[in-house]
């Protein structure tokens, strides 16, 4: 149920499926909810500005059914982003939904 949704400037993420897999394991440990429903999406190449500047940037939204601790989260996915695609912590932005559980489907049933 956790989802983390990367956009980003960048053409291109190196490793871009081992960056995923780190970071599907750091949402599935700070939310502590089983990897096995952790979903990552990453998107490059999108258009985006930050600040009235067109140099690398990044979007991130974070949802999940409970278990969201975004000052201590953003913090771990700003290090591990920026560890990975050498984007500033001060060009990313996270965005942080806590979604009922009637409102997330999964397996042809919802979680609520």
């Keep these: 149920m956790p989802l983390v949704k990367i956009q980003t400037s960048l053409s291109k993420v190196n490793d871009d499926e081992n960056f995923l897999k780190e ?3 750091e949402l599935s440990t700070l939310t502590g909810k ?3 429903y952790v979903m990552t999406l990453l998107q490059t ?5 930050f600040a009235g500047s ?3 940037c990044c979007f991130v939204e974070i949802k999940s059914i409970g278990s969201l601790n975004p000052s201590l ?3 771990c996915f700003c290090n591990l ?3 990975h695609t050498n984007i500033p912590s001060n060009r990313i932005y996270i965005a942080f939904e806590d979604v009922n559980a009637r409102e997330w489907g999964f397996n042809g049933n919802t979680f609520g």
């Design 54 to 56: 067109n140099d690398p």
């Design 45 to 49: 190449n999108i258009p985006m500005t």
């Design 23 to 25: 970071i599907s394991t």
């Design 34 to 36: 089983p990897e096995a």
């Design 73 to 75: 989260m953003t913090k």
């Design 81 to 83: 982003i920026s560890s």
